[in-house]
């Protein structure tokens, strides 16, 4: 079965710190697709990024980051220069393979708050 | 392009009672999800709906059922009220070919049982 496990349940910090959001997944599949959602407190889940397991490239998007290693199990997420607005729960998730659909399976979250 | 969309978005129910809630996924998605999402479980995952037959199935009993039309709109179903239904319940819509896992999700429906 697969897992995703964050352990950081909540994360506090001052505007304009960087901030990194811990993930670590389990499975057994050789495909494997993983996924970042942000959720203010409005409750929708914000798509944030999709990474599939053949591409370890680290990415960069404005003052967001991922950094994917296969090797340890991980896909984390860090916030430059944090701002108010990123203040949300942050959730880390897993799609298992070619055959499984669309189903997610999350991290327990990550609440983030900002202050100013 | 219109996001999905959900509704109610809040609903106070009783024990006992039943409640059907329905998404309308983005224009051209044939994948339709819902997930429960509550304090002490987090989010789990109900059902996934493809071109209006059920794929996946998560770990609910059968209170919790749903179905999706030909115009890709699903509803979901929950007979038989429990306390510990109180939840958001959110819907996503997505178009899981090839590489594209991507799913967006709706603003969900708050239920309170009572």
């Known amino acids: 079965a697969q897992k995703v496990t964050q352990a950081q349940t909540e994360i506090s910090v001052v505007e304009k710190e960087d901030v990194t959001l811990d993930c670590v997944y389990e499975?057994?599949?050789?495909?494997?697709?993983l996924f970042w959602y942000k959720q203010p407190p409005s409750g929708e889940l914000v798509f944030l990024i999709r990474?599939?397991?053949?591409?370890?490239q680290n990415e960069i998007s404005g003052r967001y980051s991922w950094n994917f290693q296969k090797s340890t199990s991980s896909f984390n997420f860090t916030i430059t220069a944090s701002q108010v607005v990123d203040s949300a729960v942050y959730f880390c998730?897993?799609?298992?393979?070619?055959?499984?659909?669309?189903?997610?399976?999350f991290g327990e979250g990550t609440q983030l708050t900002v202050n100013p | 392009k219109a996001g999905v969309t959900q509704t109610p978005r809040y609903l106070i129910k009783t024990r006992g009672q039943q409640v059907t809630l329905s998404c309308s996924p983005i224009?051209?998605?044939?994948?339709v999800s819902w997930y429960q999402q509550t304090p002490g479980q987090g989010l789990q995952f109900l059902f996934e709906?493809?071109?209006?037959?059920?794929?996946n199935k998560g770990n609910f009993p059968g209170r919790f059922s749903g179905r999706q039309f030909s115009n890709s709109r699903s509803e979901m179903n929950v007979s038989t009220l429990e306390l510990g239904d109180s939840a958001l319940y959110l819907c996503?819509?997505?178009?899981?070919?090839?590489?594209?896992?991507?799913?967006?999700f709706g603003p969900g429906t708050r239920l309170t049982v009572t």
């Open positions: 224009s051209g998605h044939r994948s």
């Open positions: 990474r599939n397991s053949f591409d370890e």
């Open positions: 709906y493809f071109s209006e037959t059920q794929r």
């Open positions: 998730a897993l799609i298992r393979g070619e055959t499984s659909g669309s189903r997610l399976t």
């Open positions: 499975t057994r599949d050789t495909t494997y697709y």
């Open positions: 996503a819509s997505g178009h899981p070919t090839g590489n594209r896992y991507e799913q967006y």
